[in-house]
């Protein structure tokens, strides 16, 4: 089976921050014919591992995919052991230790959070946190934001018209033109996705990275964004009139 | 450069967020458009022949770029080697932007950055950090300041470089208003 590793291998030299590094020993490897390896130098970068030969060394010698698989301390015959063991049958864990307990703790802290999935739950939980924060502020105050919002047109995070065009769209319109945050009102909280797989979150319209039937990061980047432009349109049609450049 | 095969095929059976059969060309020379089921699974696109259950390959997205090819079609670089391009044609426009808006919120950096503007949202606009009932705000990757790559992720998806640093709190519903 292939991978991209040229790129995965620029990925693990590039500048991105680092999660987690230093040293570790491997006291075996999925293929199980090495007694215990020489310590190589580990580098975690979100949901992969990465170990190299020392330091500084370069290119990574190989790469560990942290998902579907569980960190736990384990007995060894090196000290600070752990294993990252995988769920899927026929997967023989890796077993590896640590040169001092301290250490040995925040791998194992770090490495057991490091799936996509984690990430993802965190994520569409601020979402969610946020989204209400924006709620409850917006049914505080309505004012500020409508003459802005008025000449900045719609959001450009409008969910798709709803199927009844004939309803009071007006009425919506004026809606949308308050201090709404640009989500749509009923999604469905991040606590009830919790128990859906990731599989089914972006297939329900992919409207969001992390939930669904919500404005995410980029769109309301995009839409803040959206007000800027114009403001800056403006200044710079206010500065053609008056000054002549 | 080592990683073991079976465990990108176990993750490759993993729930997909996103799957079709649509047609790819990889990027060797004389290779031609074929159809292949496409399975997008946290951060790594792996393809398929149509009619086997292992995967022929995968690709970890990260550091890469997502650009629209026409008629309908989108194609996927790496930073390192831009003009190296795994083309992929859709049936639809619409499906074709479907796949390219699914694909560049699929890496880990992009949730990293998702993350910190998040959390810097919610800290604003109630003074607390959201990340310390979970325990977690003294951990590395969630931090405000950790260093961005530079020049790469601008080109990934354009607009995005700086996202944490120059989030719209000033621009917000209430703005600074809100806090209590």
Not at chain 2, 35 to 61: C, H, M, Q, S, W
Request: charged share 25%.
């Amino acid at each position: 089976m292939k991978l991209n590793e040229q790129s995965v291998a620029h990925y693990a030299m590039s500048g991105s921050p680092a999660d987690h590094e230093g040293f570790l020993r491997r006291c075996s490897t999925p293929g199980g014919r090495q007694p215990a390896a020489p310590r190589c130098w580990f580098v975690l970068k979100g949901n992969l591992l990465f170990y190299f030969e020392g330091q500084e060394s370069r290119p990574p010698l190989g790469l560990i995919v942290l998902e579907g698989c569980t960190v736990e301390l384990c007995e060894a015959p090196q000290e600070f052991a752990f294993a990252i063991r995988f769920d899927a049958p026929g997967l023989r864990p890796y077993v590896l230790a640590a040169e001092e307990q301290e250490a040995q703790e925040a791998w194992v802290k770090v490495l057991s959070r490091a799936s996509f999935g984690y990430m993802r739950l965190l994520v569409q939980e601020l979402e969610g946190q946020l989204h209400e924060l924006q709620l409850s502020l917006a049914s505080r105050s309505s004012a500020p934001r409508s003459q802005a919002r008025a000449s900045a047109g719609p959001p450009p995070d409008r969910p798709p018209p709803q199927p009844e065009e004939g309803g009071p769209s007006a009425e919506t319109e004026g809606d949308e033109g308050a201090a709404k945050p640009p989500a749509p009102v009923g999604r469905r909280r991040p606590a009830e996705n919790w128990a859906c797989s990731p599989a089914c979150l972006p297939l329900n319209g992919g409207d969001s990275p992390v939930s669904p039937e919500t404005s995410c990061f980029p769109k309301l980047h995009d839409w803040y964004g959206q007000e800027i432009i114009n403001l800056r349109r403006e200044w710079l049609q206010s500065r053609a009139l008056g000054g002549g450049l | 450069m080592r990683y073991n095969e079976k465990e990108l095929q176990a993750l490759s059976r993993q729930p997909a967020e996103k799957a079709a059969e649509i047609g790819m060309r990889v990027p060797k020379k004389g290779s031609v458009v074929k159809r292949r089921l496409v399975k997008l699974v946290v951060n790594f696109l792996f393809y398929f022949r149509t009619d086997e259950a292992e995967p022929i390959g995968a690709l970890l997205l990260e550091h890469c770029r997502i650009t629209k090819e026409e008629p309908s079609g989108f194609s996927i670089s790496f930073i390192e080697e831009p003009d190296r391009k795994y083309y992929f044609e859709c049936s639809s426009e619409e499906q074709c932007q479907e796949w390219i808006d699914a694909l560049r919120r699929a890496s880990y950096e992009f949730m990293r950055r998702s993350l910190i503007f998040y959390r810097n949202e919610i800290r604003k606009m109630t003074g607390k950090d959201p990340l310390e009932q979970y325990g977690i705000s003294e951990e590395a990757r969630f931090q405000l300041n950790a260093p961005q790559p530079t020049g790469i992720e601008c080109r990934k998806e354009e607009g995005l470089l700086g996202r944490a640093e120059i989030s719209p709190n000033s621009f917000w519903p209430g703005g600074g208003g809100g806090r209590t």
